[in-house]
């Protein structure tokens, strides 16, 4: 049975368990990014053309949903310039990682 429906709260898993976390929570957003993960993105399938008057609501603001979600759960504090920064600066470190690894690789196995 699925949990009932709070108004301004998430259900899922935080900080302290499987729980109700509060939408001004770094935990809330954790959970929303995970489902928005799981779930299968509101694009139209091929035999459908796009001016069809069959369009998904709302399906227009899915990436930039998924976008503020993602941003919202990285970042240490609830400000959305300073998670967009954050969210940027981590993709940076972790493309830096991988080239350094890519690096180090060549060094030690020319044929890499």
């Not at 995970?34 to 001016?51: F, G, T």
């Not at 240490?76 to 940076?92: H, K, N, R, T």
């Amino acid at each position: 049975m699925p949990p009932a429906l709070k108004l301004d709260y998430v259900h899922g898993p935080g900080r302290f368990g499987w729980g109700y976390y509060h939408l001004l929570t770094n935990d809330s957003y954790v959970a929303l990014n995970q489902r928005l993960m799981s779930q299968a993105s509101p694009i139209q399938c091929c035999c459908i053309s796009p001016s069809s008057s069959h369009k998904i609501p709302g399906a227009e603001f899915y990436d930039e949903v998924k976008t503020i979600v993602y941003n919202r759960s990285v970042a240490s504090i609830p400000d959305d310039i300073l998670a967009y920064q954050e969210a940027i600066v981590g993709a940076q470190v972790t493309a830096q990682g991988a080239y350094h690894f890519d690096q180090n690789m060549q060094i030690i196995n020319p044929s890499f």
